[in-house]
């Protein structure tokens, strides 16, 4: 660990005089390959902007990052059992990498957040480790939202042409209408909308996105033909709600994944699920992929088309708790829907079971990301 030896000497007599707190009154650095690890609160009253090194969040109870002024990270991971609050934004400019617990912030309020940058990226996200709150993203077209509950990880995939615009996102697992009542809305052509989970996506410029239902969203308790779902929002000027459309949809009643049409975040205030009366259409676009390996040649394998444009990819592929079930350099379509490894309890032979699950796909020299869901059918 590097760092400039007044802070060393100073954080060494904070931690000893006070047990439960380091306090920043001055211009704390990470220098580079530098690393710092907190088992405790930190409270920042002072400079903390760094752009090399990493800290870590470590322990075995909750801690809180608070104080007069926000901070910036070059790497961070947490490791903590009871998740570290944020009562400040938090910044990070290159890797989160989720070991295990939460970053949790207020849902009541998108302030403060854990906010990405252009470069940056995070892995190891699941159900044990997540944000348990609001996540912001400036300057990435494409983008996975590593968002939850105090129990599951529920994703947001988004998707914009603008790249200077920043978003928000966080997930409920509550009844909406509580705060967003649903009155019988023919004239809308909503027949019905999930009264068990919401989204909330902020963000001024159009986008796409792409959310997942599991046994929770018990979606079978709404309809039983999943050609009805769609995706619903609720807009603030109409006050009432509205269907954002379903621009693809795969999957069963038990588990899958929908895509929306365009859309512009700002103008609604929570995001579900939604039955229409009728079917409705679906056009099959967008960056999630169904694969059936059954030997039929349609869909056997995963393809992704952008891969042929770049020299040199790496993918990994994740299942909805996120775990690694199959990683490759240089992918050509050699996904079939089997472990690209040994993992207890999973037949590498019997292949993967049927569900969700996301990939991520590092392109070109400046490793560029792609990343989305996939559903594997049986």
């Given amino acids: 660990m590097k760092i400039l030896p007044f802070f060393t000497l100073y954080i060494l007599f904070i931690q000893y005089t006070f047990a439960q707190n380091i306090r920043n009154i001055g211009d704390l650095k990470i220098h580079e390959k530098g690393q710092i690890g907190f088992y405790s609160n930190l409270k920042n009253d002072g400079n903390f902007n760094n752009t090399n090194g990493l800290a870590g969040f470590y322990g075995l109870n909750l801690n809180t990052i608070y104080g007069t002024t926000p901070l910036s990270f070059h790497d961070i991971e947490i490791n903590n059992d009871q998740g570290v609050l944020l009562q400040v934004p938090v910044q990070v400019n290159q890797n989160i990498n989720f070991i295990y617990g939460d970053f949790i912030s207020s849902k009541s309020t998108s302030s403060p957040s854990l906010n990405l940058t252009t470069d940056s990226f995070y892995n190891g996200e699941s159900n044990f480790s997540k944000v348990n709150g609001f996540v912001s993203v400036y300057g990435q077209q494409n983008f996975l939202f590593p968002i939850g509950d105090e129990f599951y990880l529920r994703p947001l995939g988004l998707k914009t042409n603008n790249s200077i615009t920043t978003f928000k996102s966080a997930y409920l697992f509550e009844n909406s209408t509580w705060y967003y009542p649903f009155i019988d809305q023919g004239q809308t052509g909503i027949a019905q909308i ?31 033909n999943l050609d009805n779902l769609t995706i ?12 954002l459309g379903a621009l693809d949809r795969t999957g069963t009643l038990d588990q899958g994944i929908i895509t929306s049409y ?19 259409a679906i056009s099959h676009k967008g960056y999630h992929y169904l694969v059936t390996p059954n030997g039929d040649g349609i869909n056997d394998f995963l393809f992704i088309p952008e891969l042929t444009e770049f020299k040199t990819n790496r993918l990994l592929i994740f299942d909805r708790n996120g775990l690694k079930v199959f990683e490759q350099e240089n992918y050509t379509n050699e996904f079939f829907g089997e472990a690209g490894f040994t993992i207890p309890a999973i037949s590498r032979t019997k292949g993967l079971p049927e569900g969700i699950y996301f990939y991520l796909v590092e392109v070109g020299e400046k490793k560029f990301t792609i990343q989305g869901f996939l559903f594997l059918d049986r």
């Fill in 194 to 224: 999930s009264e068990n989970e919401y989204w909330v996506l902020e963000g001024n410029d159009s986008a796409i996105i792409t959310i997942s239902w599991d046994e929770r969203s018990a979606i079978s308790k709404m309809t039983n």
């Fill in 232 to 243: 619903v929002g609720f807009n603030k000027e109409l006050n009432l709600w509205q269907s």
């Fill in 262 to 280: 365009e859309f512009v975040p700002d103008h609604y205030s929570a995001i579900t699920f939604g039955i229409t009366p009728g079917n409705t």
